[in-house]
């Protein structure tokens, strides 16, 4: 009995570090051909052995439009998580904390606005932007993307405020101590550790947005339109200077998701 | 500082700003798909009542769309839930602890590409002169196959791109479910000689059910958001063979003719299935505890 366990578990383990090789590997490729020259990509063969260059990257860096992008897609991002997080984060503290009538129904709320496909409201947002003189702006992008932010924010954030021992903020309470200040001297930085993560993978959203990014910009164009303009050009696309614009959209996310994959599961294990 | 006073001050700026953010264009998607507006002609804007989706019924094109979203729906939540439930079950109790820790990373970053780089570096590798596939497919003497401009293979080819993205990540949960698994009756039915199948079968799956069904239901409203991908990889084509209800009304409400009344009436019909999916969902859980 022990003796079959322990082949299974060899094979299992074989196994998974083929997966994990095949699981990685696109990743390998894009990051190995940016540092090829184009002759060393267009090949019938592909290359494994070739003179490593930086070329790509260096290319890359000197167009403005890029630059630009990138520039965007900072302001953006940012803005949105930081508005996202001073807005959803006293909510999802009175969710955790509080028992009111509403409670309930509000959660569902903000999780339905979570999934909604932006499919379903993009046009409505274009004919406002235009309306209102703001399409193309940061603005409007940032106003836009809160639709993201706020509640991945809340969801992620009213199960590390469960969390705070209820004990110490009643003691705080009998010392005389306002809600608020036991929201802000205590329950925030108790839960702020485990908090980090949810705004982190909001971030990762909004830095990896396509579709509205796609509708709602053109000189304010983000990273991922950016990246993803050579779609249209392109015929002859230079795909090692595509690869190179690849890594480097790629390199936050990745960042801020080896760092905080806890919280990247706790996402989408939805706790009643 | 009354307890009513800080509860109102705390969700009153998030109910105010999201409520602006969705009730805002729910009702401007259902006014838009009413009236007759183009983005491209200005002074349009008739009221026409239920044409627009009049017209949808007898568009060839929307059913086109609707029958690709469907396809595309099972395909990627079939493929990636099946995968990733079989992943896990290979990791899970088969391996140490520095060994998954590894795994659930190299798993997780996949996840966490933006799509559109992930598209890209699929499409480069689908590509029928510089791709490694096609490169492997020549040594093996095979013939080659045009992933991405064959209308038989495009949307498998896609769909491969997001069961990648997601069979690892979802695997990666499913791994925390069967984790929290209670040791105890486990061992209970080890002792009384029970095959690691039976055990799957009858101890382990009842108890993580309800996870994996309400991943099953995320899944199903992520896969919803299959713009960014099959924009980058095939832009509909070849054709109209990956066109979802996404692309086309992003195409005809915006890219080419502007006509956003007619994009707002698919619009409202996404919008309608998503709400149906999430208090499934809901109802399901609150059921369930």
């Given at each position: 009995m022990k003796h079959k366990k322990s082949i299974t578990e060899k094979i299992s383990r074989y196994l998974l570090i083929i997966i994990a090789f095949f699981a990685i590997f696109p990743v390998l490729w894009t990051f190995i051909n940016s540092f090829k020259c184009l002759t060393d990509i267009i090949t019938p063969v592909p290359k494994i052995f070739f003179n490593p260059t930086l070329q790509n990257y260096v290319e890359i860096l000197k167009l403005s439009s890029l630059k630009n992008a990138l520039l965007s897609s900072f302001i953006i991002s940012t803005s949105s998580v930081i508005l996202g997080f001073i807005i959803g984060i006293p909510f999802a503290y009175s969710i955790a904390r509080f028992q009111f009538k509403a409670r309930e129904n509000l959660r569902f709320w903000v999780i339905t606005l979570r999934m909604l496909p932006p499919v379903a409201t993009i046009f409505a947002y274009i004919y406002l932007w235009i309306n209102i003189g703001l399409l193309d702006t940061y603005i409007s992008v940032i106003f836009t993307y809160l639709l993201i932010t706020i509640p991945t924010i809340i969801w992620l954030s009213i199960e590390p405020f469960r969390n705070v021992p209820v004990e110490i903020e009643e003691a705080a309470m009998l010392e005389g101590v306002s809600y608020f200040q036991v929201f802000f001297k205590f329950a925030l930085p108790i839960a702020w550790p485990t908090l980090i993560g949810g705004v982190l993978f909001a971030f990762i959203l909004v830095w990896n947005e396509f579709f509205i990014a796609l509708t709602l910009?053109?000189?304010?164009?983000?990273l991922p339109v950016a990246v993803g303009a050579y779609a249209v050009v392109?015929?002859?696309?230079?795909w090692g200077q595509l690869s190179a614009s690849m890594i480097l959209l790629s390199i936050p996310p990745f960042i801020l998701a080896g760092l905080f994959r806890k919280s990247l599961s706790s996402y989408f294990i939805i706790k009643i | 500082m009354t307890k009513k006073k800080f509860l109102l001050t705390s969700i009153m700026p998030t109910i105010f700003i999201l409520g602006a953010l969705s009730v805002y264009p729910l009702i401007q998607v259902i006014y838009l798909s009413f009236i007759d507006r183009?983005?491209?002609?200005?002074g349009s804007g008739q009221f026409v009542g239920f044409l627009n989706y009049a017209k949808l019924f007898t568009d060839r094109r929307f059913w086109n769309a609707l029958k690709i979203t469907m396809y595309w729906e099972l395909i990627t939540v079939i493929g990636s839930m099946g995968l990733a439930i079989l992943l896990a079950m290979l990791i899970y109790r088969n391996v140490g602890k520095l060994f998954k820790n590894i795994l659930t990373l190299v798993f997780i970053l996949p996840a966490v590409i933006p799509r559109v780089a992930a598209g890209y570096t699929w499409r480069f590798m689908y590509s029928?002169?510089?791709?490694l596939f096609n490169y492997f497919l020549s040594v093996l003497r095979l013939p080659n196959i045009e992933f991405l401009s064959n209308s038989n293979t495009a949307l498998l080819s896609v769909a491969l791109v997001d069961i990648w993205q997601w069979s690892l990540l979802l695997s990666v949960i499913i791994l925390g479910l069967l984790e929290s698994i209670p040791e105890e009756p486990i061992e209970a039915a080890q002792l009384d000689g029970a095959t690691r199948f039976r055990l799957n079968l009858h101890i382990t799956f009842p108890i993580i059910w309800s996870g994996l069904l309400s991943l099953v239901f995320l899944k199903i409203i992520e896969s919803l958001r299959s713009f960014d991908l099959i924009y980058i990889m095939t832009k509909g084509g070849p054709g109209i063979a990956t066109e979802t209800i996404d692309l086309y009304a992003y195409s005809v409400g915006l890219?080419?003719?502007?006509n956003i009344s007619y994009g707002a009436s698919m619009s409202f019909i996404m919008l309608v299935i998503t709400i149906i999916i999430a208090t499934f969902l809901w109802r399901f859980l609150r059921h369930e505890t």
């Open positions: 910009t053109s000189q304010r164009m983000t392109g015929m002859q696309m230079d | 183009s983005l491209v002609q200005p029928p002169l510089l791709g890219a080419i003719n502007g």
